[in-house]
């Protein structure tokens, strides 16, 4: 058995687009047309080792998804060559490998034969899928009328419970709820001990930074790089943010960043590096209002991902149009479901803030290690204080970016106790 489990070597996909559908039927008919071709996938190569969890990531459209149709045999390859060792179970997009007037329980022997099981080995195996998609009677329905919740349930059960020993998942898992979400992680994690491979794509950064041993980013169809989870997250937020040039990637050369030279010497604010909330919920008399804000890495980049157990500053410029006596500056930590988890402010800090004067601005810098678990999370940003005897609100913005907890570590809850272990024997 050889060392990898995958191997994809110069893999490149292109798409004819035609001007108009009736072109594609005139080309086969041997008239000329206009055609443009589509780099789907642009000389991609990467390997897979035997019992490695590896992510792929990028933005939409990258060819993330072509790739593991291509690795599952669903798609032809343009050019290159995918060689895959073991059996292959793959949870694609919804609705790949299942007949969609045919019952729950019809396509998990469908699908369960399209891998090479005999019905006796499928028998054995219906009760873990059963118990694992856990969607009760539905199961004898046609699967045309599942929720897409219900139908990825058995879409995962099925994938994970027939014994593969290389499982491919694109995305679905982010369909699921939150629970069914958790019961397949900690599948992976079986996984993972089993010595198995898992190859998948996902756009929920922390779960590829919790799972993956390595990462192989992909932007516009070529390979940008591979690397360590954290290293390409770090990386594909700066994609995100366009700080990555691309003339880097057609070249092949290592990654380069921009703009981060820039940002060491002369902390600017840099809003454009955060992932702004488009509908972010703000409110405040206006007396003051926070003109800037940005979030700052342990390297002094600007941007909403920071490593667990780093450094990393919130800042924010918060202008005057009033006088105000005791102006309290605050940030809040928030998770997706809107429970605040953490923050802190001048207050609650002793921090002795000036008497402020219309026209007067002030920057303040919140300075802290991150202690939370790799997640997602939002931040909220206030500014209130005492204007003429009265407590007021100034300026609230609530969620107004999101904030990327990543972290090879794991621990149990929202917070990493950094715990100093030591284990002894004897008696
Ligand atoms: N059948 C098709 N015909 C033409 N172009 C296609 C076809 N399928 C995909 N593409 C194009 O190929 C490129 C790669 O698509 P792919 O679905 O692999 O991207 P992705 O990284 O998985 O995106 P997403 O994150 O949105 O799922 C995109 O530009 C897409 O528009």
Redesign the pocket.
Same mark, same amino acid.
């Given at each position: 058995m050889s060392e990898f489990a995958i191997r994809v070597k110069n893999l490149t996909k292109i798409?004819k687009?035609y001007k108009k559908p009736s072109d594609r039927l005139k080309e086969v008919l041997g008239f000329k047309v206009d055609v443009q071709d @589509?780099y789907?996938l642009k000389n991609v190569s990467f390997d897979v080792k035997r019992g490695e969890t590896v992510g792929i990531i $990028?933005?939409?459209?990258? $060819?993330?998804?072509?790739?593991l149709k291509i690795i599952t045999g669903v798609l032809n390859p343009t050019q290159g060559e995918v060689t895959v060792d073991g059996r292959v179970s793959a949870l694609l997009e919804l609705g790949a490998g299942f007949n969609m007037e045919y019952s729950g329980m019809e396509n998990i022997y469908l699908n369960g034969t399209m891998m090479g099981f005999s019905k006796e080995e499928i028998d054995a195996k219906l009760q873990d899928i059963l118990e694992f998609a856990d969607i009760g009677d539905f199961v004898y329905q046609p699967v045309k009328s599942y929720s897409s919740g219900m139908f990825v349930r058995l879409a995962f059960a099925v994938a994970i419970n027939i014994d593969p020993e290389i499982l491919v998942v694109d995305?679905a898992l982010s369909v699921g709820d939150v629970f069914f979400q958790a019961k397949c992680y900690r599948k992976f994690e079986e996984f993972k001990e089993q010595g198995r491979t898992i190859l998948f794509?996902s @756009?929920d950064l922390s779960s590829i930074g919790k799972y993956c041993d390595r990462v192989v980013l992909?932007n516009k169809?070529s390979k940008l790089a591979e690397g360590g989870a954290k290293e390409m997250v770090n990386l594909y937020r700066r994609v995100l943010v366009n700080q990555v040039e691309d003339s880097m990637q057609e070249t092949g050369e290592q990654s380069r960043e921009t703009g981060k030279k820039d940002r060491q010497t002369e902390k600017k604010w840099q809003k454009e590096y955060l992932h702004l909330n488009p509908q972010v919920l703000e409110y405040g008399n206006g007396i003051a209002s926070i003109a800037d804000f940005c979030i700052y890495d342990h390297e002094g980049r600007a941007g909403g991902t920071i490593e667990k157990g780093e450094e990393f500053q919130v800042m924010m410029k918060v202008r005057y149009q009033g006088d105000v006596s005791e102006p309290v500056y605050a940030f809040t930590i928030k998770d997706l479901k809107g429970t605040e988890i953490a923050g802190t402010n001048t207050m609650y800090e002793k921090v002795p803030v000036q008497p402020q004067k219309s026209g007067d601005e002030q920057t303040i810098t919140f300075t802290q290690r991150m202690p939370l678990e790799a997640g997602e999370y939002m931040l909220c940003l206030g500014c209130t204080g005492y204007y003429k005897g009265d407590f007021t609100v100034f300026h609230r913005l609530y969620d107004v970016c999101s904030l990327t907890v990543i972290s090879d570590k794991k621990a149990v809850g929202y917070f990493d106790l950094f715990s100093d272990v030591t284990v002894t024997s004897g008696r």
């Open positions: 798409y687009l @589509h789907a $990028g933005t939409n459209g990258s $060819g993330k998804s072509t790739i995305e794509v @756009h992909l169809g």
